[in-house]
């Protein structure tokens, strides 16, 4: 498990320091957090070249702001050379709004996971 490592946003690192403990490796060591202006920071603080990277990160309550955190944090570890990024989220915000069910209304769900592919 050299080249496996989990970081977690702040929706609920609970549960990411749960999965470590249970996978026998140490949470990943990022800083996550919002200015005063509301926008979000995010600095992976370890080498993680060529690593498989999980990130814990539900997409509750702050919902836009847990968005934003998962869809930085992955651009953050792309940036870092991370090898392959799985997002592990519990909780889909916006789940369903999976179809149109009327006229002229967005697919919500689909525009999350285009964009969180995207990133």
Request: hydrophobic fraction near 45%.
């Amino acid at each position: 498990m050299d080249n496996l490592s989990v970081f977690s946003g702040n929706a609920n690192p609970a549960l990411a320091v749960a999965i470590c403990r249970h996978l026998r490796i140490p949470l990943g060591n990022a800083d996550v957090f919002q200015f005063s202006n509301e926008n979000i920071f995010v600095k992976i603080n370890e080498n993680v070249r060529g690593h498989d990277v999980f990130i814990v990160q539900p997409l509750s309550s702050p919902v836009n702001r847990s968005i934003m955190e998962l869809l930085i944090m992955i651009d953050a570890l792309k940036r870092a050379s991370a090898s392959r990024i799985t997002a592990v989220i519990p909780y889909y915000a916006y789940g369903r709004t999976d179809k149109k069910d009327q006229p002229r209304v967005p697919i919500t769900a689909r525009l999350i996971a285009d964009c969180i592919t995207v990133a």
